[in-house]
Nanobody, 119 residues
Framework: QVQLVESGGGLVQAGGSLRLSCAAS????????MGWFRQAPGKEREFVAG????????YYTDSVKGRFTISRDNRKNTMFLQMNSLKPEDTAVYYC????????????WGQGTQVTVSS
């Protein structure tokens, strides 16, 4: 079992920045693919960014490319999402998640952190 806890959400003006963190416990996070998802009111949860266990590969949905950066520190069992040039449409609850290599489905989820971008 892996427990995930997000932090760093908040209210920011359009064009501003936030850095989300995801702290993992229970098992070393270095063995898992990890990712960020978000869910806006009335919308389905969507994939935002993903990172391989060694951090050698990263993936982004098109709408955040060039603005968001995913990273991880396996020594600290922590993953980050640096969000720059934020837009009102980035407003959502952001979730971190983890999955074992070889699986497509994310197995473990955090409770979410709210990000609100005002115009």
């Amino acid at each position: 079992q892996v427990q995930l806890v997000e932090s760093g959400g908040g209210l920011v003006q359009a064009g501003g920045s936030l850095r989300l963190s995801c702290a993992a416990s229970g098992r070393p996070s270095s063995g898992y693919h990890m990712g960020w998802f978000r869910q806006a009111p009335g919308k389905e949860r969507e994939f935002v960014a993903g990172i391989s266990p060694s951090a050698g590969s990263t993936y982004y949905t098109d709408s955040v490319k060039g603005r968001f950066t995913i990273s991880r520190d396996n020594r600290k069992n922590t993953m980050f999402l640096q969000m720059n040039s934020l837009k009102p449409e980035d407003t959502a609850v952001y979730y971190c998640a983890a999955r074992s290599p070889g699986l497509q489905r994310y197995e473990y989820w955090g409770q979410g952190t709210q990000v609100t971008v005002s115009s």
